[in-house]
């Protein structure tokens, strides 16, 4: 039992993830000894003042990290968690038939051939290797910096710096906060593209959906994350447009940004892209670029702005928050911009970091879903690559035109592609993600196993209420009555 004053308990339903406990502590004028605290790295004197211990400069840097390699695993998770929603609409989708390619014709059409339906899911599909590239990548670069860390403790040289600690630090929380938001919602874009049988609990995708929802909160929400990431990344064009020195950054996933800026600071007419056909803009090296531009772009519009909202009113630290509150939106926009240059470029490293590994039939298919991945963001975004025209309206055009063209690519692959994640059904637990394409026997079983609902072949209240409207004549019609009840009603 709680001790005197104390009341715990269970916070209660929620919308998912309901195998993990969540509770509530009340203390009503409990009073807990400064000896049963926890001070190791901050203390509380008896005056109840707050102090935060100093630690060495290599234990804060680890404590850093084994955060961030929480979110890093966010990431990868984020990916496996998108793989699953994928794996079960791509394989019903493959099964599910609907409609006919010609007038009189027999034979239904999949509906994974529509491209409104690949639209909506294959973009999901690359994105599903896309982040599982990318947090593979962070959890190595995580590790490596953790063991150096490990070294310098005990003696060996120390080449972490705080600049790399700050700038893992922004690309975890910009990345985790993109990857679970796209995912999150892509769960539920799957569950929708499965149409009616999307909404049973036997597809598997509500569970999984609940399940999920929790990342966009937990280890930071994906709305707050953003400002750490931008903080870090004002401080380094700060730095660098002090004249000071930026070489400490080389080492930093922010550092393609020192190239961005200088180029269009030095050079703001030339920064355009340079494609002008299908193929030229098919090629991962022009997407990057684009992204890298967007990027830089909008963190240097955003600099401005701040710089200018500040000199215009006094640098009071209330002012500095009214200044950066107005900001927010932009400040969102920034960080979505630099993670998707993050994650393209991940991904291509991924790509080629497997290239000894696959077949060359395998890198062009893997190659093709990092194209779709880059194409459809850009797409879905064109207003920033238009807006400083970084992009034509005839290039915008292409882009589209590039979709749609990956779509059909990505269209011959995407069973094999979900497939080779090999998740069993056991884990997928759908009737509409089977392995083994049986998916209306599935629903049909999942149906008559389910408790209560049909238990017996006549429904609770039929006896009592329903069978009396239609058997022994109480159903039958009578003009009279009816015209009675009429003029009463009209009364």
């Known amino acids: 039992q709680p001790l005197q004053g104390v009341t715990v308990a269970d916070i209660g339903p929620k919308i998912g993830y309901n195998n993990m406990d969540n509770g509530l502590a009340y203390f009503d004028h409990v009073v807990i000894p400064r000896r049963n605290m926890a001070m190791r790295f901050a203390t509380v004197d008896e005056r109840g003042n707050f102090t935060k211990r100093k630690v060495s400069d290599a234990a804060s840097k680890v404590a850093y990290v084994t955060m961030m390699q929480v979110r890093a695993l966010i990431v990868n998770e984020a990916g496996k968690a998108l793989a699953m929603a994928v794996t079960v609409c791509t394989r019903y989708s493959a099964v599910r038939r609907q409609g006919f390619k010609e007038k009189g014709g027999k034979t239904e059409v999949q509906i994974l051939d529509y491209v409104q339906q690949q639209h909506r899911i294959f973009p999901l599909l690359a994105a599903s290797y896309c982040f599982f590239f990318t947090g593979r990548q962070i959890m190595q670069r995580l590790r490596a910096i953790e063991r150096i860390l490990v070294q310098q403790k005990a003696g060996t040289a120390n080449s972490v710096t705080k600049e790399m600690v700050a700038d893992i630090h922004a690309s975890s929380s910009c990345l985790k906060s993109f990857t679970t938001t796209i995912a999150a919602d892509g769960i539920e874009e799957c569950r929708k593209a499965c149409g009616g049988h999307g909404f049973l609990v036997s597809s598997g995708l509500p569970e999984l959906l609940g399940a999920y929802l929790q990342n966009p909160t937990v280890e930071g929400d994906n709305h707050m994350l953003p400002q750490q990431t931008v903080r870090v990344l004002l401080k380094m064009l700060q ?253």
């Not at 940004?257 to 991962?284: F, H, R, W, Y």
């Open 239 to 491: 730095t660098l447009n002090s004249g000071g020195d930026v070489s400490a950054y080389k080492k930093c996933d922010s550092w393609y940004l020192v190239k961005e800026i200088q180029n269009i600071i030095s050079s703001p007419d030339t920064n355009m892209c340079s494609a002008e056909t299908l193929d030229d803009l098919l090629k991962g090296s022009t997407i990057l670029q684009a992204f890298r531009h967007r990027a830089a772009r909008l963190l240097l519009e955003l600099a401005g702005n701040i710089a200018e909202k500040t000199s215009n009113g006094s640098s009071s630290e209330t002012q500095q928050q009214n200044v950066w509150n107005q900001s927010l939106v932009q400040i969102a926009r920034v960080s979505k911009a630099h993670s998707l240059a993050l994650l393209m470029n991940h991904f291509l490293e991924g790509i080629e970091a497997e290239s000894s590994n696959l077949g060359n039939a395998e890198i062009r298919v893997l190659n093709d879903l990092a194209l779709l991945f880059g194409l459809y963001h850009i797409e879905q975004a064109m207003g920033d690559f238009l807006e400083d025209q970084y992009l034509t309206s005839s290039q915008s055009t292409l882009v589209r035109d590039s979709v749609l063209l990956l779509l059909k690519r990505v269209r011959i692959n995407a069973v094999g592609l979900v497939d080779a994640r090999d998740f069993t059904d056991f884990r997928l637990k759908s009737a509409l993600g089977r392995k083994d394409g049986n998916v209306y026997p599935a629903i049909i079983n999942e149906s008559l196993m389910t408790g209560g609902l049909n238990d017996q072949h006549v429904g609770p209240g039929y006896a009592e209420h329903l069978r009396k409207l239609t058997v022994d004549g109480v159903g039958e019609y009578h003009p009279a009555a009816a015209n009675t009840q009429l003029q009463h009603s009209r009364l």
